[in-house]
C-alpha cells in the first residue's frame, strides 16, 4: 500500500496565483515528484445567482466587500466532504483561514501542519469573510505577520513553502533541518563561502581554521549576539529555556 501524499486543497479566487512560487526550486521539484500535492479550488465555481456573486456589502457599513458565508460554505462543504451544520468529516481538521487578525504562524505550528495528512487553507479577498461560516467551520485563522497583504493567496503561499520543506525527502540534508530544530530558538548565524577574500573583506578566520568545536563555539556566539540585539522577544525565550535545562 502506497501512503497518500501530503495534500494541501487550497480554496481561492485567483487559482491562477497557485503554484506560482511553490512551481519552482525545492517545492517544485517535490511537487513534481509526486512528495505533495495541491488542489485549487475557484470559489466562484460555488456562486448560486445569476450574477455569480461571492460577495457583498459588509451589514453596518463601511468600505468594502465582504464573502458571503453561503458560497465558502458549498465551496468548503464540496472539498471537505460534510453538509450538516457540524460541518465536516472526522478525518480532516479545521479550514484555516488567512487572516492578519489569525495566531502568528510559528515554526511550532509549520511542523505540526507538515505532519498532517492533508490541510485546507481558505484565501479571503476584500473586506474578509462572514465571521459566521468561519465559526460554523471552526476555522483556524492564521496570520503571516503584522502587515496586511491584499489577500490569502501569499500568506498561504508561505505557509505551504514553509511546510513543504519539511516533508521527508525535500531537503536533501538532513543534517540542515536537524540543526534548525536544535538552534530553534535563536536566529541563524553568517555564512560565508568563496573567495576567501572579497573587496578587501576576509572570511572570519576561525571558520577556515580546521577546529570545529571553536567553529561550533563561534558560531553559537553569532548567534546569541544577533538574536539579542535584534530579536530581544526570542532571546528572553531562549535564555528561559537554557535556566530550564540548567536546572
Ligand atoms: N491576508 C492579508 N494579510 C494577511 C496576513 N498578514 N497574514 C495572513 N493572511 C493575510
Redesign the pocket.
Known amino acids: 500500500m502506497t501512503s497518500p501524499v501530503w495534500t494541501a486543497r487550497v480554496l481561492t479566487l485567483f487559482p491562477e496565483m497557485f503554484p506560482g512560487p511553490l512551481g519552482h526550486s525545492l517545492a517544485g521539484k517535490a511537487l513534481e515528484a509526486g512528495i505533495w500535492a495541491l488542489e485549487t479550488v475557484d470559489i466562484r465555481y460555488f456562486a448560486s445567482d445569476k450574477h455569480r456573486s461571492v460577495d457583498d456589502a459588509a451589514f453596518g457599513g463601511g468600505p468594502g466587500l465582504v464573502m458571503r458565508p453561503d458560497v465558502i460554505d458549498a465551496a468548503l462543504a464540496a472539498v471537505m466532504g460534510a453538509a450538516g451544520p457540524d460541518r465536516r468529516s472526522a478525518d480532516a481538521g479545521p479550514p484555516i483561514y488567512?487572516?492578519?487578525r489569525?495566531r502568528p504562524l510559528t515554526q511550532e505550528r509549520v511542523r505540526a501542519l507538515a505532519a498532517e495528512p492533508r490541510i485546507t487553507l481558505l484565501c479571503?479577498r476584500y473586506e474578509g469573510v462572514d465571521e459566521r461560516v468561519l465559526e460554523a467551520w471552526q476555522a483556524e485563522e492564521?496570520?503571516?505577520?503584522?502587515?496586511?497583504?491584499?489577500?490569502?493567496e501569499p500568506?498561504a503561499i508561505v505557509l505551504l513553502d514553509a511546510c513543504v520543506r519539511l516533508l521527508p525527502g525535500v531537503v536533501g540534508d538532513a543534517k540542515t533541518l536537524a540543526e534548525e530544530s536544535f538552534e530553534g530558538w535563536l536566529l541563524e548565524y553568517p555564512h560565508y563561502t568563496r573567495p576567501q577574500e572579497w573587496r578587501g573583506r576576509p572570511v572570519p578566520e576561525v571558520l577556515a581554521s580546521g577546529n570545529h568545536q571553536k567553529i561550533r563555539a563561534w558560531r553559537r556566539a553569532q548567534a546569541e549576539a544577533t538574536t539579542r540585539q535584534r530579536r530581544p522577544d526570542l532571546w528572553a525565550r531562549y535564555r528561559a529555556q537554557q535556566a530550564v535545562m540548567e536546572g
Open positions: 488567512l487572516t492578519p489569525g479571503g492564521i496570520s503571516v505577520g503584522d502587515y496586511v497583504l491584499s489577500g490569502g500568506a
